[in-house]
Nanobody, 114 residues
Framework: QVYLVETGGGSVQPGESLTLSCKAS????????MDWYRQAPGNQRELVASITSAGQTEYSDSVKGRFTVSREYARRTTYLQMSNLQPEDTADYYC????????WGQGTRVTVSS
C-alpha cells in the first residue's frame, strides 16, 4: 500500500516562508512524478508544483518564483519550499502521485494572515 504523509503546515504572516514535506512509502520512489496540490475553502483543488523522477519541475503561474519543489531520494521525501507567502496561498496542501492509480496524502493546512 502506498502512503503519502505531509507535514510542515502552519500559520504565518504575509512575506514569511514555510517548507512542506511529503514522505512516501510503499512505492519505488525513483519512478513516479510527485505533485503538490492545494485547495482553498470554496475552491477546486489546483496543481501547484510537480517534479519528475529526473528532477524536472513545473509550477503554476501563481507560485512561480516563490515556491520550489525538490525531492530527496534517500529520505523518500518531496519538499515544497514556499517563500513570500501571501493570504491567497492559504489552503490545504496535498501531496499526490500516480503509481498505477492516484494516491493522495491527508493534507496539511497553511494559513497566511496578518
Amino acid at each position: 500500500q502506498v502512503y503519502l504523509v505531509e507535514t510542515g503546515g502552519g500559520s504565518v504572516q504575509p512575506g514569511e516562508s514555510l517548507t512542506l514535506s511529503c514522505k512516501a512509502s510503499g512505492l519505488n520512489f525513483k519512478i513516479p512524478t510527485m505533485d503538490w496540490y492545494r485547495q482553498a475553502p470554496g475552491n477546486q483543488r489546483e496543481l501547484v508544483a510537480s517534479i519528475t523522477s529526473a528532477g524536472q519541475t513545473e509550477y503554476s503561474d501563481s507560485v512561480k518564483g516563490r515556491f520550489t519543489v525538490s525531492r530527496e531520494y534517500a529520505r523518500r521525501t518531496t519538499y515544497l519550499q514556499m517563500s513570500n507567502l501571501q493570504p491567497e496561498d492559504t489552503a490545504d496542501y496535498y501531496c499526490h502521485t500516480y503509481y498505477n492509480r492516484d494516491f493522495w496524502g491527508q493534507g496539511t493546512r497553511v494559513t497566511v494572515s496578518s
